[in-house]
């Protein structure tokens, strides 16, 4: 079993940045994707970013060119740099793992993000 533990969340002002981060711990399969998903009120979750193993990141279109999802050499870690942040954003986000040769997926308890003047 895989615990994901967020932190970073907070208050920012429009054109503002945060960074995410997500804590790995517990019984971490060799073959994994990590990815950041948010959900608004009254919205579906959406995938955000993920990133197989130490590299090839995938962005969804409305975050792309302003976050980075970057993961720790030791793959025990995973972080969203948010950048040029626009009220749209405002969401819960949720660290999620997922163990591919089982098709298993674990989550964090969320983060709020709140993008306001």
């Known amino acids: 079993q895989v615990q994901l533990a967020e932190s970073g969340g907070g208050l920012v002002q429009p054109g503002g940045s945060l960074r995410l981060s997500c804590v790995v711990s517990?019984?971490?399969?060799?073959?994994?994707?990590m990815g950041w998903y948010r959900q608004a009120p009254g919205k579906e979750r959406e995938l955000v970013a993920r990133?197989?193993?130490?590299?090839?990141?995938s962005y969804a279109d409305s975050v792309k060119d302003r976050f980075t999802i970057v993961r720790a050499k030791d793959l025990k870690a995973l972080y969203l740099q948010m950048n040029s942040l626009k009220i749209e954003d405002s969401a819960v986000y949720y660290c999620?793992?997922?163990?591919?040769?089982?098709?298993?997926?674990?989550w964090g308890n969320g983060i709020l993000v709140t993008v306001s003047s």
């Open positions: 990133i197989i193993g130490g590299g090839s990141p």
């Open positions: 517990g019984s971490i399969s060799r073959f994994n994707v």
């Open positions: 999620n793992f997922r163990a591919t040769m089982y098709g298993r997926d674990s």
